[in-house]
């Protein structure tokens, strides 16, 4: 109890405000089928730690929603970021195995899918891949 009366005092004397907003009202997400002839592909990367021990996967659905494959990799010691680059980077050599002409490729990480359109946000270690 005394740690948390020190922390609540230090960021009183900071003057950070403690109080939240009011929680905003749910949005309500939904899964969309690709077009027919499209391939949609979702990504996720996490590792456990900062770093810490890293997987990556993802999933490849037909325009039905049908199963058309999936990956997964162990990455060893990496930070999330890099977790989601590698899952990108991955399903899309997968992809490019696979054939399929026109993908919608899906990841929860806004960074990631920045530096698909600003090529200078893509980490240093990547830039070669």
Known sequence: MKNDMLDFNVIKFFG???????VLRP?????????PGWVKIKTNGVDWGYPGLA???????????????????????????LAEF?????????????????????CDYAL??????????VPWMLHNR
């Open 55 to 81: 997987t990556c996967g993802g999933i490849f659905r037909g325009s039905m929603g049908e199963f058309i494959g999936g990956l997964s990799a162990f990455l060893d010691i990496q930070t999330a970021l």
């Open 27 to 35: 949005l309500p997400i939904k899964w969309e089928f690709p077009s």
């Open 86 to 106: 590698y899952g990108v980077i991955y399903a899309m050599e997968e992809a490019q195995r696979m054939g399929p002409t026109s993908v919608w490729l899906e």
């Open 16 to 22: 950070i405000n403690t109080r939240t907003d009011k």
């Open 112 to 121: 990631v899918c920045v530096a698909f359109t600003a090529r200078t946000n």
